[in-house]
């Protein structure tokens, strides 16, 4: 068990090169979503190819977010196919945490969204200021799961008083 403080280009090592070696699943949890670039497979490549590998090897995906991603990222989400039956979206406008959670025995809880400049490859003279805890401690993996799932199966949105703001209700 151990629990980790990230920061700034920290985040790249210890969020997103995890997420490419999930097994089971990968759940991330955003507010802002922007095409981001990383190393993956030998070359510098938009971040969902990493999801697209991750379907290939039946890879569950959930992806929660606030509002609809950046014209670049659906640009290239568009380019992988096999995302669009194999990874699942919720769009929920009240998400503000950012959470990854990796087969249930990793998760980041943070400031970064899923965007260069918060997880990307950005250097540190563009990227933003961010700070988070890794851990694999199960009973905070457990919460952060816990509280995912709870927006994922709309436990919220019968009494949210932002329903007007929300283009497709989870419930």
């Known amino acids: 068990m151990s629990t980790q403080f990230i920061y700034n280009e920290q985040h790249y090592h210890h969020v997103i090169e ?11 949890g955003t507010a802002d979503i922007k095409d ?3 190393h993956h497979e030998g070359s510098v490549r938009p971040f969902v190819s990493v999801l697209d590998s991750l379907a290939r090897r039946n890879v ?5 977010h606030a509002r609809e991603p950046g014209p670049h ?12 039956e194999h990874m699942e ?16 025995s990793f ?17 540190e003279n563009t990227r933003n200021f961010e700070s988070g805890i ?5 009973e905070s993996v457990k919460a952060l799961m816990d ?18 703001y929300c283009s497709d209700p989870i419930a």
């Open 18 to 28: 995890p997420i490419a070696r999930a097994r089971s699943f990968v759940w991330i």
């Open 36 to 38: 981001l670039h990383v």
């Open 60 to 64: 569950e995906i959930r992806l929660l």
């Open 73 to 84: 990222f659906q640009k290239s989400f568009d380019t992988f196919p096999l995302l669009w």
């Open 89 to 104: 979206r919720q769009l929920c406008p009240r998400v503000h945490f950012k959470h990854v959670i990796i087969d249930g």
């Open 107 to 123: 998760a980041y809880m943070g400031s970064a969204n899923l965007t260069g400049a918060g997880l990307g490859m950005k250097s």
């Open 134 to 138: 890794v851990t694999t401690d199960p």
């Open 147 to 164: 509280q995912f799932d709870q927006v994922w199966m709309g436990t919220f949105c019968e009494r949210c008083n932002r329903r007007e």
